[in-house]
């Protein structure tokens, strides 16, 4: 869980990580003055909506009065010394912190030694000595101890403090970039320049949205929620003649002119201090872009207001929302290692459990992962070998031969040459879809050239006794439901199925649109074998694209037979992916 605390309210994210993975996330936020108050109901909501438990959390906000400064530390040996993470670790514990001051980030901007100059890190290098450069962030321990006691009030802990401005610049600033940081809180303005190296100023101002607000109770004569509400919905930093003759509020007689003549000043006085005070870094660092966030950042009309003070310098506003979502975001990639080593592990074990399994079941087959994508044969070139190593690229594990007579369909195609030769290339699962009369005498023949799955059609004489045959010959058998046929149509013969195959579009060519009516019948089938316990499988055939596979996945389809899509993609294992159910993509 992380956690954005502000003096008028608190934001959540909560991820739960299942097998290295984020399973579930959670987002939410309360604004209130009562921060104990907000950072519980948020940390209760975010347990509720992924139904556990945090002891702990990764902490942002506003920590109050802050101290900036970048010390060198010198350390010198009698000889060449390989240079170790304890050197450095033994640099940054000189650092002094003034007092009553409690350090958050130590961020090193510069390793120097006599042979090598400006390194990014001097581990394992050997020389006499080593001169290092730190920016040192240091926040008010009193402070501190009132977030301490916030936290312990709701029950929580902090596994680590990050300033809002620390994860911008990780998440936000691009490489040879000079990037300004502006938080506009509610009791503090802070202010950071950072280059590649890292901060090279830091400044917090004790003044804050809540000012402005008790400016505007105490000038306009109003309680102060009256003033914060009137300031969140009329003040703007653009002048408006208009501004005048609008009153502010129904409630009261002044005007938006009378609150934006307290809110421009201030912010005027605000921005002109930031200026005065890094003009000095501005100039030598040369700024690329500032960034806007908080609360104070929602104010009407202050992107012109800013780019304007700065020399029409690019500027982005972020939400509210932004820095705890951006916690979590760094939080996550920090843990990339971590889960690389889970996943590998998790294969590792895998592995040894396979070739276990091997061992004791010399005679099985080793299982193969199944992808519920079938290629059509109708709109691929099954002579050629590169075919079937491009389905081997996509990872398919069957094909989907369709194969048609002339009199069920008038269109003569595939056959049982075409399916023996695909079985002569093809080690995989062959699903062969009989669009044919006489479905016993084609069933036969098909298993015979190898099919492993036999879809026969309906509306054909001897379909059950096709199924009978099929069934015999130990595959797996299988009806095709055309679109006009209803699914009652199955339900004396359902319990001897392994497959129901909905068609999507009429048997009998390639590339036509599918139909949405057949949806209900995914849905039908899939509701019947729940209720009846059948164990058969759904598939549709036709007409599938990336977002028709949504539908049929969301209805209930266990497998998908598509031809044009995939034979038209310019990517096929990306066209592939792309039909997978969602939780698989
Ligand atoms: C239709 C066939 C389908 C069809 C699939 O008669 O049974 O297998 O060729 O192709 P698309 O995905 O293009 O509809
Ligand atoms: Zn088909």
Redesign the pocket.
Known sequence: MCVDIGACGVRGVAHRIRNAEIYQSAYYSVDDFDTVFALKSVIDELEKQLGTHFGSAYITGDFGPSYFKMSAKNTVWPNDHKITPQDIKSQISEIEAPDGFYPMHIIPLRYDTPKIRNMLSPIGHSDRQLISAFSALFFDGEYMQKILGILRHAHIQATAFFTPHFLWNCMLREKQQTVMFIDFGAENTTTSIWTDRGPVWYNGRAVGGNDLTTEISTRLDIPFGEAERIKRGVANLKSNEMARFSPADSAYAFSCADVNEIVTPFYNNLLQEIKNNCAEYIDKYSLTKIVIGGGGARINGIEEFITSAFNNIQLIKKDTDWTVRTLANYIWECELPRRQAYIARANKIQNRVDKIFRLFHRHRKPRKRQIPILP????FDMTRPETYTMFQTGGISAI?V?I?DGLY?NRIAGGIDELRQIRASWGGHLHV?L?TDAPAEWARSAIDAGADTVILSTNTSGLRAAVQIVRHAGKRVGI?LNPESSVSLLKTILRDLDEVMI??????????E?NRDVLHKITVLNTTRKKYGLKFTISV?????AETARLCWAAGADAL???????NAPDFPLAILSLMPPEKQ
């Open positions: 059509s044969t109708l709109c989907h369709d048609m369909v879809h669009m095709a068609m999507a579009v009429s048997p009998g060519a390639p590339g036509q599918f055939d036709g007409g599938i694209n037979v598509s031809g044009s899509y995939l034979a």
